[in-house]
């Protein structure tokens, strides 16, 4: 199984401003999802971001609001911009298992945003 | 367009007893993957199993089951012998690998084991 990190784990912002976190994975992956859980909801895709190209949002997110960096193939950052209360949230990223297995899917550990 | 539906919000369940959380899901796509994730107060999504849409057989990993009916679009989370620590939300989704891999979710069922 893929281990996942996130940085950071949690953090309280002022509207406004922005929040980058951080996904590192310990292997290579093509693809890397950003998914937002929003307080009692289930998880939203917010885009998909492949190493060397443009991210590919879902309806409903865009990328002046939520630009994806991918780096590289173990790497990824997702910034929430303007934040509003509205953006609070669990931020998750997501790979796939492990040599390009698409019968496993496993979750970073989350970042818990709070906007004042 | 895909779609996969949790029609139970919340269940309580006796310890030790089986448990089957229900999952109906929609795509026209034939090639797909379905999964349940348990995601405990911690915060933490756990994977738990995976069905695909071309296996014979129902998944199995350990107390959990896919009850696979590819008929009725359904793929239900079997629980056998309960115990306190299954407390937790359940998450249903579902990859269609024509549509960039991805995976979309349920609504969830948060399960409470009595003791």
């Known amino acids: 199984s893929a281990v996942i990190s996130q940085k950071p784990s949690r953090d309280i912002c002022q509207r406004g401003t922005s929040l980058t976190i951080q996904c590192q994975v310990d292997s290579q992956v093509t693809m890397m999802f950003w998914y937002r859980q929003q307080p009692g909801q289930s998880l939203t895709l917010i885009a998909t971001a492949n190493q060397g190209s443009e991210a590919t949002y879902e309806s409903g997110f865009v990328i002046d609001k939520f630009p994806i960096s991918r780096p590289n193939l173990t790497f990824s950052t997702l910034t929430v911009s303007n934040l509003s209360p509205e953006d609070s949230s669990i931020y998750l990223c997501s790979v796939p298992g492990g040599q390009g297995s698409y019968n496993e899917q496993f979750f970073g550990p989350g970042t818990r945003l709070t906007v004042l | 367009a895909q779609k996969i539906t949790q029609t139970q919000p919340g269940m309580f369940v006796q310890e030790k007893e089986a448990v089957t959380l229900d999952c109906t899901y929609d795509?026209?796509?034939?090639?797909?993957?379905l999964f349940w994730y348990k995601q405990p107060s911690s915060g933490e999504m756990i994977f738990l199993i995976y069905?695909?849409?071309?296996?014979?057989q129902n998944a199995t990993e350990g107390r959990y089951s896919l009850n696979f009916q590819k008929a009725r679009k359904s793929a239900n989370l079997v629980i056998s012998a309960s115990q306190l620590g299954d407390s937790a939300m359940y998450f249903c989704a579902m990859r269609v690998y024509s549509s960039a891999s991805k995976i979309i979710f349920g609504s969830g069922t948060r399960l409470s084991i009595r003791p």
């Open positions: 069905q695909g849409s071309y296996d014979q």
């Open positions: 795509t026209s796509d034939p090639s797909y993957g």
